[in-house]
């Protein structure tokens, strides 16, 4: 590991703090505005959906997943072929409160994908968004309803979350990618 | 889930494509049957990208197929047949390419009587090509479907025996399976008259037999072809009725075969001549699995080679 150009931002013990607290934040608004259904977007942000829900005590196998590649608004401007991942959602998007979970939150292009894949499956009541971090910088007028951590980082800057699911260890990285 | 960027600029020949190129394809095809199954079956990828159909042979199923793929991604679909534009007035082929190029669009859907069109048209244009047959050489895109329609039902595309009967010396489709097939590692025999199987067709590394009976308790899929009677001057077997007494499938015939046999044909289908109507309608026929899943790989393919800029 090159500790010259990755400062490390949440170790696991951290994380596993926020996520207890994040927990807690959307069963208190629950008890407020009714259940969520959790949707997480491909690829990070189901984990942390799947997180969430065991700590909240419900099914992990009943959150919803989201691929927004068909919904992107810069296809051709890929190097590479795009990958398109599994949607499913399983329950009925018409009519429930849907809470759309992601790892990082910058431009909020992701979010206003996720916000049409997931309105041409149904008329959802709601629709609110989670995300472990916010960076800012937004381009589109989108924020969250949830929040772990917001941070000011530099544009050259990325926040990378890494949970153990998808990468092996929990924790979060600001690495520069021109160091 | 793999993640294989692969590049892929033009669909022409089973041949450019191998097995890694496949699975790929049918991994993004997996996620397209999902929006087929859909209420509102639109999604917005191909907004603002332009498909042109350009069929210079009579087609239903596969015009039908890539309009419906093109569609359903929301790009803009046009269809242009032989009869209805100016071929029929003396236009050569480049002159036509070079007019649609004209008007820029993004992908051409390309059916033509003489083979490696689709390939000639490529160096004409920037859009990218798909080969939607090219007179008797190949039908990349009703391969792929086949293929994947033999995945669903056997799981595996690997170590099966594939009996593909009738017109060989026309069928690009029975060409582009063979490649196909044989990326996988299943073996292929091609079974019809001698004057429709090519000579030296063994070279290719396929089984050869002139007799359907024989063979037909050895194979997993049988695959049906039509008798290309536009291709023919005059059939090449006494008559119709004698073809069908012994290559075509019919019950009496099925009883010979395999327990879990399916039967495919990509149409379009001459019943009582290859098939008999009762075959054709079991529930061992594949035939319209093919067609629902040719919309899949269509969409997928478009959607691929829109995906990425030269």
């Known amino acids: 590991m090159n500790a010259s150009n990755k400062n490390i931002l ?104 996720a916000l049409d894949a997931l309105t041409d499956l149904g008329r959802p009541k709601s629709i609110a968004l989670l995300v472990l971090i916010d960076r800012g910088e937004r381009e589109l007028p989108i924020q969250s309803d949830f929040c772990g951590k917001k941070v000011s980082v530099q544009p050259q800057e990325n926040v990378k979350v890494r949970l153990q699911e998808t990468d092996g260890v929990d924790r979060i990285e600001v690495i520069d990618r021109q160091a | 889930m793999k993640e294989t960027p692969v590049r892929i600029p033009h669909i022409l020949s089973m041949a450019d494509l191998s097995r890694e190129d496949i699975e790929f394809i049918f991994q993004t095809t997996d996620r397209f049957r999902e929006v087929g199954g859909r209420p509102i079956k639109k999604v917005p990828a191909l907004r603002g990208k332009t498909v042109i159909n350009l069929f210079f042979e009579n087609s239903t199923r596969t015009r039908t197929s890539f309009e419906i793929a093109g569609k359903r991604l929301s790009a803009d679909v046009i269809n242009i047949t032989k009869s209805s534009s100016s071929v029929s007035k003396g236009e050569s082929l480049l002159d036509t390419v070079k007019n649609l190029e004209a008007m820029a669009p993004d992908v051409l859907v390309v059916r033509h009587p003489a083979a490696g069109a689709a390939q000639t048209i490529t160096r004409m244009l920037k859009a990218r090509v798909i080969n939607a047959g090219d007179g008797a050489h190949e039908h990349p895109t009703q391969a792929l479907l086949d293929l994947l329609t033999i995945r669903d039902h056997k799981k ?61 308790g050895d194979l997993d899929i049988i695959m049906m072809l039509r008798i290309q009677g536009e291709r023919h001057d005059r059939l090449p077997f006494p008559n119709l009725r004698e073809y069908s007494r012994f290559f075509g499938l019919n019950l009496q015939l099925l009883q010979k075969a395999k327990s879990d046999v399916v039967i495919m044909h990509p149409g379009p289908v001459n019943r009582g001549v290859e098939i008999a109507p009762e075959v054709a309608d079991a529930p061992y026929s594949l035939i319209l699995n093919q067609v629902k899943n040719g919309v899949a790989v269509r969409m997928a393919l478009l959607y691929l080679l829109s995906g990425t800029e030269e």
């Not at chain 1, 700590?55 to 608004?73: A, E, K, V």
């Not at chain 2, 010396?169 to 490649?179: E, F, P, W, Y």
Request: hydrophobic fraction near 45%.
């Open chain 1, 10 to 113: 949440l170790e696991a013990i951290e994380l596993k703090a926020l996520f207890d607290r994040l927990a807690s934040e959307i069963k208190e608004r629950e008890v407020l505005s009714g259940p969520f259904q959790l949707v997480g977007i491909h690829t990070r942000g189901i984990p942390i959906a799947q997180r969430l829900a065991k700590l909240m005590n419900r099914d992990p196998d009943q959150i919803g997943t989201l691929d927004i590649n068909l919904y992107r608004d810069d296809l051709s401007q890929a190097s590479e072929m795009p990958v398109v991942k599994e949607t499913e959602i399983p329950f009925s998007i018409d009519g429930s409160r849907v809470l759309l979970v992601d790892d990082v939150l910058y431009t909020g292009r992701t979010i206003r994908a």
């Open chain 2, 156 to 216: 595996t595309l690997s170590g099966l025996h594939v009996g593909i009967v009738g017109d060989i010396a026309h069928s690009r489709v029975a060409r582009s399976n063979i490649l196909g097939l044989q990326r996988f590692g299943s073996k292929v025999t091609v079974i019809g008259p001698k004057s429709l199987i090519p000579l030296g067709i063994e070279a290719f590394g396929v089984g050869v037999s002139y007799d359907f009976k024989a063979v037909i």
